[in-house]
């Protein structure tokens, strides 16, 4: 089988296995514990029924899903900023300020400890290639499709296994962030860290199984042109779709500027597109009928089985091959991003601490979409003002880390820097941020066990 017709039979066979996850997900009380989601049942499935262990599937299939995930990455990164009404820059710095801090300290600190471990421990050790630091934050906070969208980076860098590396570094990123995010958030609740919730209240069942029972349930999109003339999600497509042509212009430009960036990836370049759209449509009163859920619902779908197909094609030759440095840098970065939680987070927010902590560990772990989940766990109707802060924190930090430019430029960044270089130029990112948060009043270095805005008026 080949041409569309192998494309098309190969994403149906995709949506069985999504689907699978979801039974899973149902009937496995494990999974229910720790919130793995569908996606990552289904990808582990079609990766056990792979060449490396059942190989049931056709060749076509699998080659059809290497190049899935390259290419819905651009949609996921084109619809960030689409629908969004853009607040002042004195709103954005007010509410979202202390967010970007932290994040910006926890996403270039997994830059500068998998430089430091790769320098002290694994090219000694291992011999690997000074690029091997970068697929920490690459899979970490950038996710699958980031990893997928750097395959040419990694060829051209000498390094072609840094994708499937990557990809897996990015499923074990997820893995740490629901079973990570969902241990400390019982624990919290233990101990009276959450505003909202009790060890009475705990986390609701419906939510361990993702079945939504009537009363709970809620509109997932709403229309803005009439279907008489085109359907609302066809139309959101085609605004999403021009968001990706427009980074595409730009990725020829950029491609001319020199060699080495000849490689340069075009999903940051489809997030600005989408951000020029925007800017654009607000100006001809036309973003008026963008329905902010619709992208959301193109950004979820194409995420979802961007990672079934990422998971279900990682090579695990390359994997074994480097299982040892592979180890100990998700050690490394597993281990960071608890000290960012655990002693970071109740000394750089003023308030609300826990909810905002453990968004940002969910993100910084597993993309953004994980960072809402366990948001929405401590804090499921939004009473605190973490989600509005963490969504001006993403307009900001998007653009640079967590599949932003300095996520894809920084394969090219080692190289030409040199990897002490490069952690002394992310310690200086990190050290300037950690001002920034002191000069502004949010740091606490002696922070209250329980900290939300009634303690901080001082009222009851």
């Given at each position: 089988m080949e041409g569309l017709t192998a494309v098309f039979f190969s994403i149906c066979i995709l949506g069985v296995y999504l689907l699978a996850g979801k039974i899973l997900r149902v009937k496995v009380r494990l999974f229910q514990k720790i919130f793995l989601p569908a996606s990552i049942i289904g990808g582990f499935l079609a990766l056990f029924s792979g060449p490396y262990m059942l190989d049931i599937l056709p060749a076509f299939i699998l080659d059809t899903w290497r190049e899935i995930p390259g290419i819905l990455i651009n949609f996921v990164f084109a619809t960030l900023f689409l629908g969004i009404m853009v607040p002042g820059v004195r709103t954005l710095w007010s509410q979202g300020g202390s967010q970007l801090c932290f994040g910006m300290v926890a996403g270039t600190g997994q830059y500068l400890f998998a430089v430091l471990v790769t320098i002290l421990v694994l090219i000694p050790f291992f011999d690997v290639s000074p690029v091997f630091a970068t697929i920490l934050e690459i899979g970490f906070a950038?996710?699958?499709?980031?990893?997928?969208?750097?395959?040419?980076?990694?060829?051209?860098?000498?390094?072609?296994?840094?994708?499937?590396?990557?990809?897996?570094?990015?499923?074990?990123?997820?893995?740490?962030?629901?079973?990570?995010?969902?241990?400390?958030?019982?624990?919290?609740?233990?101990?009276?860290?959450?505003?909202?919730?009790?060890?009475?209240?705990?986390?609701?069942?419906?939510?361990?199984?993702?079945?939504?029972?009537?009363?709970?349930?809620?509109?997932?999109?709403?229309?803005?042109?009439?279907?008489?003339s085109i359907e609302p999600m066809a139309f959101h497509f085609a605004i999403t779709v021009l968001a990706i042509l427009a980074g595409w212009l730009m990725l020829a430009g950029v491609r001319q500027i020199h060699p080495v960036v000849s490689g340069?990836?075009?999903?940051?370049?489809?997030?600005?597109?989408?951000?020029?759209?925007?800017?654009?449509?607000?100006?001809?009163?036309?973003?008026?009928?963008?329905?902010?859920?619709?992208?959301?619902?193109?950004?979820?779908?194409?995420?979802?089985?961007?990672?079934?197909?990422?998971?279900?094609?990682?090579?695990?030759?390359?994997?074994?091959?480097?299982?040892?440095?592979?180890?100990?840098?998700?050690?490394?970065?597993?281990?960071?991003?608890?000290?960012?939680?655990?002693?970071?987070?109740?000394?750089?927010?003023?308030?609300?601490?826990?909810?905002?902590?453990?968004?940002?560990?969910?993100?910084?772990?597993?993309?953004?979409?994980?960072g809402l989940l366990l948001l929405r766990l401590v804090d499921p109707n939004y009473k605190t003002d973490t989600a509005q802060a963490f969504g001006f924190k993403q307009m900001l930090y998007e653009p640079f880390l967590g599949g932003g430019l300095i996520t894809a430029t920084a394969p090219f960044i080692v190289i030409a820097l040199g990897l002490w270089w490069s952690a002394l130029f992310s310690l200086i990112i990190m050290l300037f941020f950690l001002v920034i948060s002191w000069l502004n009043g949010w740091t606490n270095l002696n922070p209250v066990k329980d900290q939300h805005p009634k303690q901080l008026d001082g009222k009851e």
């Open positions: 950038g996710g699958h499709g980031t990893a997928a969208g750097m395959r040419g980076v990694f060829e051209q860098m000498g390094f072609p296994e840094g994708a499937d590396l990557a990809q897996m570094s990015a499923t074990v990123g997820i893995i740490a962030a629901v079973t990570g995010g969902i241990f400390y958030i019982n624990i919290a609740i233990r101990k009276g860290y959450c505003v909202n919730l009790d060890e009475s209240k705990g986390i609701p069942e419906f939510k361990k199984k993702g079945l939504i029972p009537e009363s709970e349930r809620f509109d997932i999109s709403r229309a803005t042109v009439a279907s008489e340069f990836p075009l999903f940051p370049l489809a997030m600005i597109g989408g951000m020029i759209i925007q800017i654009i449509s607000i100006r001809l009163k036309v973003a008026r009928y963008y329905d902010r859920q619709s992208f959301e619902r193109i950004l979820g779908f194409s995420l979802d089985v961007l990672v079934v197909a990422a998971i279900a094609s990682i090579r695990l030759d390359l994997f074994i091959e480097n299982l040892w440095p592979f180890v100990i840098l998700m050690a490394v970065g597993i281990g960071w991003l608890f000290i960012c939680l655990m002693v970071l987070a109740p000394r750089m927010f003023p308030y609300n601490w826990l909810e905002r902590g453990i968004t940002e560990y969910g993100m910084q772990s597993g993309v953004t979409a994980m």
